[in-house]
């Protein structure tokens, strides 16, 4: 299904996107890692085992994202879950950390597409990575939902203009991922509990359950224009 396949993964230093690249790997496709930290990419790659490739770039930088898709050339799937979100009470935030937010998860994936269109397989596919925050907002969340939202809006008209290259979004609920780990154990531990208990799934989630979802959605053929959510049932509860 993805023997020889090259996907390229911003974010796939951490978290959801590493575990994916992981999945790649052993379906025998060639995944490309890339993140900002140049450290976090040599430590993936370490991890992972040849063919797997990466580079250190922010996504919202053009030239670097240029240079990028232009060594990578032709691939087959395009995934982005790279994310700088602030979580703060809507009159704190700042600026700096909207923009940031807004490079990370709109304008970034917007030049990324951008990069890959014309370079992706006909077969191939864009997904980008949303969130829970887009539906069931709490305080605090004024910018997660507000990028979220805008991505799903980007996914779903890249579908129609980009066809038949197929364009979806993931909107994960809570997953197990270094995104959290800012708080210390004991309080991480305190969260998750708490999501789950509330949850119709009873659990949070897991960078395998991301994964598969992912792998799901690049390779269905009938697949596209959607937001596939993966959130233990986290709009419901
Ligand atoms: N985990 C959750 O509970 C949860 C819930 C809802 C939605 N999500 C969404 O799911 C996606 C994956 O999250 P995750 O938990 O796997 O996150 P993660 O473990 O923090 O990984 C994020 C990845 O993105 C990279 N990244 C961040 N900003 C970047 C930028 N400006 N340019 C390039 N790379 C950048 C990071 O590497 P560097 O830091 O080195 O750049 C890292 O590789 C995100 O879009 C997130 O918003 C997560």
Redesign the pocket.
């Known amino acids: 299904m993805l023997k020889d396949k090259k996907v390229v993964i911003?974010?796939?230093?951490?978290?959801?996107?590493?575990e994916l690249a992981r999945l790649v790997l052993d379906l025998q496709g060639c995944p490309t890692v890339?993140?900002?930290?140049a450290e976090?990419v040599k430590d993936a790659l370490a991890l992972l085992n040849h063919p797997a490739k990466g580079f250190a770039?922010?996504?919202?930088d053009r030239q670097a994202l240029k240079a990028i898709f232009e060594q990578t050339g032709g691939l087959d799937h395009l995934v982005i879950?790279?994310?700088?979100?602030v979580f703060k009470p809507f009159g704190a935030v700042t600026p700096e950390e909207i923009q940031r937010a807004i490079?990370?998860?709109i304008l970034?994936p917007y030049f990324a597409a951008q990069f890959a269109a014309p370079r992706l397989s006909r077969e191939g596919s864009i997904t980008f990575?949303?969130?829970?925050?887009a539906y069931k907002p709490s305080a605090g969340t004024s910018v997660?939902a507000t990028v979220?939202a805008a991505l799903e809006g980007l996914a779903k008209s890249l579908a129609v203009e980009l066809s038949p290259v197929r364009v979806n979004a993931i909107?994960?609920?809570?997953?197990d991922?270094?995104?959290?780990e800012h708080l210390p154990v004991a309080e991480r531990q305190a969260f998750y509990d708490g999501v789950a208990r509330n949850l119709p799934a009873r659990r949070i989630?897991t960078?395998a359950d991301l994964a598969q979802a992912t792998l799901f959605v690049m390779t269905n053929p009938f697949v596209t224009g959607t937001v596939l959510h993966v959130d233990g049932g986290g709009r419901l509860s």
């Not at 911003?10 to 590493?18: D, N, P, Q, W, Y």
């Not at 879950?81 to 979100?85: G, R, V």
């Not at 990575?129 to 925050?133: I, P």
């Open positions: 911003i974010g796939g230093t951490s978290g959801m996107g590493l890339v993140g900002r930290n976090k770039a922010d996504i919202a879950t790279a994310a700088d979100l490079n990370s998860k970034g990575f949303s969130g829970l925050a997660v979220n909107s994960p609920g809570v997953v991922t270094p995104i959290w989630g960078s």
